[in-house]
């Protein structure tokens, strides 16, 4: 028997079965591909351009572009798309979704980033041909100071590596200031909350202001390794963390001391 659709009156073909009563231009009016806000909210880092989105921190790979990095990531983050299954309609991320093809184009403009969103996939298994739909979202961004560098501006440390030596020249010491600035970089890539705060360049070495305490026992570490510094930790209490249900606080000191 032959159907027809509910809302055309056009009559099914072998080649253009009706979707779920209706015929496949019906269908595609009546179930777009794309679910997006018209609008979102980016939240961005003014100081080192991180963004958060999914619930995690992200450090953009370009400092110069990126705001529409996260503007990219937003939009893909909020992006749905319409799957009609037998168990009902679903909406689904776009990697979730089979034989979608999907392309974002971002473009600043007046401190917003407007997305360009196409995308190329079918709503339902028995469609004919793909739905192809374009639509454009405008991200803003809302300008925050991350975690890391409200703590970073406030000088926050939980240690002080201390280098010390008699064969500490001016040479000497930018070459290990340098060694361990690097070797800090490399950690942070892993571990955001690891930093150097401060350094303080002294005639008798170098004091460094160290998040985490970890950090600076693995700096003091690379000096032994290196040069065969000789290692000294010492912890000073410094009173109760009470955020953490009174959790002793300490200072801890780690001394560096570079063989003669
Ligand atoms: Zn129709
Ligand atoms: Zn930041």
Redesign the pocket.
Known sequence: MRRFCYRCGASETEKSPTVQGLCQTCFVNENPLIIAPAEIEVNI?S??K?YFIDKMWHEPTNMDLALEEAARAAVLSELRFAQLTPAGMKSLRNHEVKGLELSLETKPIAGEVIVDVHARGKVHELQVSPQVEHLTITAKPRWI??K??GLLSAGHHEAILQVRGKIMSPEKRQEIKLMLEQFAEEVRKKDRFAFISKIDEKREGLDLYVNPAGLARRMASLLKVKFGAEIVETAKLIGMDRDRGGVRKFKISVLARLPD
């Open positions: 880092c100081r080192c991180a100071t991350c890391v560098c």
